[in-house]
């Protein structure tokens, strides 16, 4: 099945009014590839400005709360994010998983809002080092998607993100064959739990992504996309893996 590609940035804890002029610069490379999908998530801060900044350029949070409201000091609801001109969220990131204690319980409520919500939703799943050296990394991942997947899962409002915990940051990545084999093994868990709308579930791959490998990465079996932390700071960066994935 041909599915539409989808390039998007994740800024984490970086950025500021100052440096949304690489958004300006983003949005027009997004525009002139008009078969790719781009969309950047941003601090929370900045998702407000971006639109001013990058008219037309999908923007999104980097985390919401499941709950609509309430006794929740420092979190975002999905109507909060969405105020502030938020298109979708990634939800489970593995820092968040790992800084936040996230459970996979709590990252299907998340998405779930998000759905409730009418906004879409990136939802990251990964194995550490140690669970790949220990020959776990299929079961790892397929375990996280089992208890993370939300309810209604489908694919014109949620995307799989497959992020080895060990190529983020890190300048590794996995070998394209890899690659590959999780996300035909993440394809393989889907339709067990989705069925057929598995096949039209767009599967990005995320971790040191870069304009020098992109192209590579973009082009093993089941890969639909990329989530690319560090290089969507700059448009310099960033362009070329968007035009790797035209
Ligand atoms: C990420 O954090 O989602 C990510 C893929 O980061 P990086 O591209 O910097 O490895």
Redesign the pocket.
Known sequence: MARRRLVAG?W?MNGARATLGELSAIALAAQQAGNVDVAIALPATLIAPAGAAAPGLTIGAQDVHAAPSGAHTGCLSVAMIAEAGAQFS?VG???RRADNHETDAQVKAKAEALRGGGLRAIL?VGETLAERDAGQAEAVVAGQLTGSLPAGAAADWLSI?Y?PVW????GRTPTVADVASMHAAIRATLRTLIGPEADAMRLLY????TGDNAAELLGAGDVDGA??????LSAAKFVPIIEAAV
């Open positions: 994740n984490k990634i990131h593995s820092e990251c993100a992020e190529a983020i940051g890190t995320g971790g040191s992504v989530l690319v932390g560090g290089a969507s």
